[in-house]
Nanobody, 116 residues
Framework: QVQVVEFGGGLVQAGGSLRLSCAAS????????MAWYRQVPGKQRELVAA???????NYADSVKGRFTISRDNAKNTVYLQMNRLKPDDTAVYYC??????????WGQGTQVTVSS
């Protein structure tokens, strides 16, 4: 089993920056992919960014050039640096870990609100 906990989030003005952190614990040796998703009421949860254990990254088109995902394997932590935030980025952001057995593990979510 893997447990993930998010930190960060909050209220920021459009154009500002925030950094989210996600700490993993438990069977961390089995984690392959760590990712950030976001969800707004009435819509499906969508992938924002992901990073593999080897450092390969993937981003949603809507955040490319503004968000950066990074991973510190020594600290079992993944970060999401969000720059030039827009009101459309307002959502609950969830950290996700995928292990080598195909198991998905979710954090509790953290609210990000961008005011115009």
């Amino acid at each position: 089993q893997v447990q993930v906990v998010e930190f960060g989030g909050g209220l920021v003005q459009a154009g500002g920056s925030l950094r989210l952190s996600c700490a993993a614990s438990g069977s961390i040796f089995s984690i392959n992919i760590m990712a950030w998703y976001r969800q707004v009421p009435g819509k499906q949860r969508e992938l924002v960014a992901a990073v593999t254990s080897g450092g390969t990254t993937n981003y949603a088109d809507s955040v490319k050039g503004r968000f950066t995902i990074s991973r510190d394997n020594a600290k079992n932590t993944v970060y999401l640096q969000m720059n030039r935030l827009k009101p459309d980025d307002t959502a609950v952001y969830y950290c996700n870990a995928v292990n080598t057995y195909g198991g998905f593990f979710w954090g509790q979510g953290t609210q990000v609100t961008v005011s115009s």
